[in-house]
């Protein structure tokens, strides 16, 4: 099992940042992807950005040049929005990936509020 704890959500105007941070604990392997998707009001959850415990990143097009995603070891890994839009409103999930077998868990999720 692995627990994903997220923080950093909130309400902020467009063209604002906001940091959101998630903790794993538990099983974790030390080979693992791990990142963030969003889910919007009546739109499917979709990836944002991700990061191999080996440093390969990837991005969303609607976020790039805009969004970085960081890590500082297996267990913690960090996005950084800036220049926020409207359209980045959503519930924000931290992902894990990892191990033999390949298991994926979820955060419990935080609310990314973009708006004047």
């Known amino acids: 099992q692995v627990q994903l704890v997220e923080s950093g959500g909130g309400l902020v105007q467009p063209g604002g940042s906001l940091r959101l941070s998630c903790a794993a604990s538990?099983?974790?392997?030390?080979?693992?992807?791990m990142g963030w998707y969003r889910q919007a009001p009546g739109k499917e959850r979709e990836l944002v950005a991700d990061?191999?415990?080996?440093?390969?990143t990837n991005y969303a097009d609607s976020v790039k040049g805009r969004f970085t995603v960081s890590r500082d070891n297996t267990k913690a890994v960090y996005l950084q929005m800036n220049s926020l839009k409207p359209e980045d409103t959503a519930v924000y999930y931290c992902?894990?990936?990892?191990?033999?077998?390949?298991?994926?868990?979820w955060g419990q999720g935080t609310q990314v509020t973009v708006s004047s």
């Open positions: 992902n894990y990936q990892g191990g033999l077998p390949w298991v994926v868990y």
């Open positions: 990061i191999s415990s080996g440093g390969r």
């Open positions: 538990g099983s974790i392997s030390s080979i693992n992807v």
